[in-house]
């Protein structure tokens, strides 16, 4: 028997590998013990692989920059890409262990905030299974995003200790270190004919690399991940040590280490901070110089650079890499500034993530002068060219060329770098794309009117399907058959079962399956006890205004107030279980004061025997991409009702839609797309659309008051924001929401228009309840949401990346 052999030969592995790192057998492993040897194992088996991949091939490469990549764990999804997910599980079984309680025992690489990060681990693993050579590249952080507890109600962070106990799947790289230099001072001199400049004074940091492996499914690649960590090229200054002064002695060998400590907890919300300034120019400077020197063992003229190398900038974080690549073409290889150009300006792509504005990288020019001066010099000469090359070329945009320089009002901007910088800009759906196109850099688009292009994101389906939906993947599979795992577009054959009472009863058992699981989760971690049969009604992804958790809970707490009002109308509905996960970035007042609220809210009406058990609040701390694995697979419905034309695309909308959620949204980002897949009949959209809310923000005509003097109900709960019903002691907590909600001041008005869109979404809302009482009809919606999630697998925006973009083999 092929699969007992296997099974035998995992148990094998493990035993030799516990043996031999710990001295221990199965028997008396401890469950971090266990953990450690399967993992050992798995990469083990994967090595050659990797050593292959690695180092063998001369073919180009995708270099992906970003400063962050939220992982999650690797284990489980290791094993399930080597096809060996029930060989393992089986060993498990014969040797009476919990694979699920001994893969917990991975601490996760949260090495992101949210979306852009996931978005980046989504596309490592789509990249490597396309078997693309591809590199992703960051720092490696020693403190991922904060863990957050939720203490009366109130946010409280604590450190993401992720590596205390070392890290069983990166391989440290010493003999592949670099220096990245800061400060000091440039001096121009003539060397014959070339001007020469010298950089002097400066402080070295070393760039020691320590790669992951991040593995194809089902074939034989496996691309790194390789993350900087910075190390000082001191050792402590014995002389200050024996003087007594320790903290002298340790303090110059911090201050270099301390550049990749820690993750910024901040979601789009730019800061001019120098040590964040520094973390940027520290990982990009050590992935330029990488490039180049692996490049240089080719012995191909440099002209040939972009035949091997194209490096794709994640959102404009990673700008410097652009400047960087000048310096080391120009200061290190001698080439002149054309010669070095146009190199460049063939190896860069960019992808822009929000039009924000308070998101837009700018730096101020004296800070960005002091810590990198020469970068200062080449980016000011990028500038100087960049605009007389408008100027010269594009009369017509003469008097638009302050709005597009990249240094002015002694600031830096790195979205306008990257445009000049890259040959191609694209948005992550096709709304967002639109818009940055013509609206956000439109003066771009005029001149540089080829570089624009759309490439809509999409997330792994064997995390957020196979893995974290064993039983869904397994009814699609008997059913159609297992070539959708390989090829998501033919998930679409599920379609035509949306129709069969039979699937759709097993389709609705798996669902219950899945929010028991969820509802056992609940129950341990928050004490509240939530019945599977009710709607599990779901919003969860960073804690942002425009993403309008308030409108959510707002909402909530209306249907509260019906249910006390009308508790014979109310008696045979279906109750509602509305769960919240969210971070908030630790300086954002208003994200922190919304959490509270939803946490008093929850409160007030879990513990009122008026509402009969119709309505229960959760709000799961700590929301991480483990948690997501079990909270998308158990959802009804998914929450994406962010103002139009603010949530650049949004991930969570997709996860959800592949687990049969049915979305309630805006039509924003990517639920444009899946609006035109599944049809209108499958999605409840509400609210004004992107050009209503441009329209309103430009005349300013929004005057929310009328909206609450129509609606008595309304008005109630806006008081209860301010008459001390959600929290007698505090009553004042959350007036500057209630100020902020009614508030029609010219420019002063609510920007993210809550109260302008609570009507439609409170009767979408309702709708999509009162439709979930037919189950079959509910079902068969569902079942075409999957049908149709083909598009949204990150493999289809990857091979859409390699078509447009990057033309790797
Ligand atoms: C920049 C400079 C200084 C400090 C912080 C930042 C910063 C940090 C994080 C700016 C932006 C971010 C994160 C942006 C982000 O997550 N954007 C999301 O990207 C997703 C993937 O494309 C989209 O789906 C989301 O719609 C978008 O909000």
Request: proline share 3%; hydrophobic share 40%; aromatic share 10%.
């Amino acid at each position: 028997m092929k699969n007992g052999n296997n099974k035998n030969t995992v148990i094998k592995q493990i035993n030799e590998v516990l043996n031999r790192t710990f001295g221990k057998t199965i028997e008396n492993a401890t469950q971090n013990q266990l953990y450690k040897a399967f993992a050992i194992t798995v990469k083990n088996e994967i090595m050659d692989k990797w050593a292959q991949s690695a180092y063998t091939t001369d073919d180009k490469r995708v270099y992906y920059l970003s400063i962050e990549f939220l992982m999650g764990r690797a284990l489980s999804n290791n094993i399930l890409n080597i096809g060996k997910r029930k060989d393992y599980q089986e060993a498990c079984k014969q040797l009476g262990l919990d694979f699920d309680s001994i893969a917990s025992r991975e601490p996760e690489a949260g090495l992101g905030n949210g979306g852009l990060g996931r978005l980046a681990a989504c596309f490592m693993d789509s990249l490597a299974t396309l078997d693309l050579p591809a590199y992703g590249c960051g720092i490696r952080y020693e403190y991922g995003l904060f863990r957050q507890k939720i203490i009366d109600g109130q946010q409280v962070e604590y450190p993401d200790t992720w590596l205390e106990d070392g890290n069983v799947w990166e391989v440290e790289r010493p003999e592949e270190r670099v220096e990245v230099h800061f400060g000091g001072h440039i001096k121009e001199s003539w060397e014959g004919d070339k001007l020469r400049f010298v950089h002097s004074g400066y402080s070295t940091v070393h760039a020691v690399p320590y790669d992951m492996p991040i593995v194809g499914y089902m074939n034989d690649r496996v691309n790194s991940l390789r993350l900087w960590r910075a190390v000082s090229p001191k050792r402590i200054d014995m002389a200050s040590f024996n003087r007594g002064e320790y903290l002298k002695a340790v303090e110059e060998k911090q201050m270099a280490e301390v550049l990749s400590h820690i993750l910024y907890p901040e979601d789009k919300h730019y800061e001019g901070k120098s040590l964040r300034l520094k973390q940027h120019y520290f990982f990009v400077s050590a992935t330029m110089q990488m490039i180049v020197a692996r490049f240089m063992k080719l012995n191909l003229p440099l002209s040939a650079l972009p035949d091997k190398a194209v490096v794709h900038i994640n959102d404009t974080h990673p700008a410097l890499a652009i400047p960087e690549l000048m310096r080391i073409l120009m200061d290190e290889h001698g080439l002149g500034w054309d010669e070095a150009w146009d190199i460049t300006g063939r190896m860069f792509a960019y992808t822009n993530h929000t039009i924000m504005a308070e998101a837009l990288e700018k730096w101020p020019e004296q800070l960005f002068k002091q810590i990198l001066p020469r970068i200062y010099a080449i980016v000011k000469e990028i500038n100087e060219r960049f605009c007389g090359m408008v100027y010269r070329d594009f009369p017509e945009k003469r008097n638009d060329i302050h709005k597009m320089a990249i240094i002015g009002y002694g600031q830096i901007a790195m979205a306008p770098l990257c445009i000049a910088g890259s040959y191609s800009v694209n948005g992550v759906s096709a709304l967002h794309s639109r818009i940055i196109k013509e609206e956000t850099f439109k003066d771009f688009a005029d001149v540089f009117c080829g570089k624009f292009t759309n490439v809509t994101n999409g997330v792994t389906h064997r995390r957020w399907l196979l893995l974290s939906n064993p039983g869904l993947t397994d009814l699609i599979t008997k059913n159609i058959g297992k070539d959708w795992i390989s090829d998501m577009t033919k998930i679409k054959a599920l379609e035509a079962k949306a129709d069969d009472p039979k699937f759709l009863d097993k389709f609705d058992n798996i669902k219950r399956l899945n929010k028991r699981k969820l509802a056992e989760y609940i129950k341990q971690t928050t004490g509240i006890v939530v019945s599977e049969n009710s709607i599990f009604d779901v919003q969860v992804k960073r804690l942002h205004e425009y993403k309008r958790q308030l409108l959510n809970i707002l909402r909530i707490m209306y249907d509260y107030v019906q249910i006390i009002n009308e508790p014979e109308k109310y008696k045979d509905a279906i109750p509602v279980t509305c769960i919240f996960g969210a971070k908030a970035a630790p300086g954002y007042k208003r994200a922190k004061v919304i959490i509270k609220l939803i946490n008093d809210a929850a409160d007030l009406i879990n513990n009122d025997p008026r509402v009969m058990d119709k309505i229960k609040v959760v709000f799961l701390e700590n929301y991480s991409v483990s948690l997501a694995q079990i909270i998308f697979p158990a959802s009804d419905i998914s929450q994406q009702i962010s103002t139009a034309s603010k949530e650049a695309s949004g991930t969570g909308n997709m996860k959800f839609m592949m687990n049969g959620a049915l979305t309630l949204g805006t039509m924003d980002g990517a639920n444009v797309e899946i609006y035109e897949s599944v049809g209108p009949d499958n999605i409840y959209i509400f609210g004004y659309d992107a050009e209503t809310v441009q329209q309103i923000y430009k005349t300013g005509e929004y005057d929310p008051t009328v909206f609450v003097e129509q609606d008595y109900t309304l008005k109630t709960v806006l008081n209860m924001l301010i008459d001390g019903t959600l929290n007698p002691e505090k009553p004042y907590l959350f007036k500057e929401i209630y100020e902020s909600l009614l508030s029609c001041k010219t420019g002063m008005s609510d920007p993210f228009l809550i109260l302008g869109d609570f009507q439609s979404y409170k009767a979408a809302h309702d709708k999509i309840v009162k439709d979930y009482a037919d189950r079959r009809k509910w079902n068969k919606m569902a079942v075409i949401n999957v049908a149709n999630s083909g598009r949204f697998s990150s493999d289809n925006s990857i091979a859409n990346y390699n078509k447009l973009i990057w033309k790797l083999k």
